[in-house]
């Protein structure tokens, strides 16, 4: 088992940055990969940023490559989200996921544990 709790979220203006985190706790030692997700109101969850805790490997949907970094912090087992430049279509609940299986480290239906989110609202 896997405990993920997020925080961080708030509201932010057009351009503003945000930093979420994610401590996780349980049988960390099995995690092949964790990341960051979004679901916006009426839309899919999509996968947003996701690494290999043991690699250090880093993936990033294209949408916010040069915007978001994701980095970890392994003695306080907790995961990062710098968002940067934010934009009023990035306003969503983010969610923080880690699986114990190999895959694709971004496609959410691979995911097999996940936090309850934090809302992120981006207005002027």
């Known amino acids: 088992q896997v405990q993920l709790v997020e925080s961080g979220g708030g509201s932010v203006q057009p351009g503003g940055s945000l930093r979420l985190s994610c401590t996780i706790s349980g049988d960390t030692y099995n995690i092949t990969c964790m990341g960051w997700f979004r679901q916006a109101p009426g839309k899919e969850r999509e996968g947003v940023t996701a690494?290999?805790?043991?690699?250090?490997?880093?993936y990033y949907a294209d949408s916010v490559k040069g915007r978001f970094t994701i980095s970890q912090d392994n003695a306080k087992n907790t995961l990062y989200l710098q968002m940067n430049s934010l934009k009023p279509a990035e306003a969503a609940m983010y969610y923080c996921?880690?699986?114990?299986?190999?895959?694709?480290?971004?496609?959410?239906?691979?995911?097999?544990?996940w936090g309850k989110g934090t809302l992120v609202t981006i207005s002027s």
């Open positions: 690494m290999r805790p043991r690699s250090g490997s880093t």
């Open positions: 996921a880690a699986r114990l299986s190999g895959g694709l480290c971004l496609n959410p239906g691979g995911m097999d544990y």
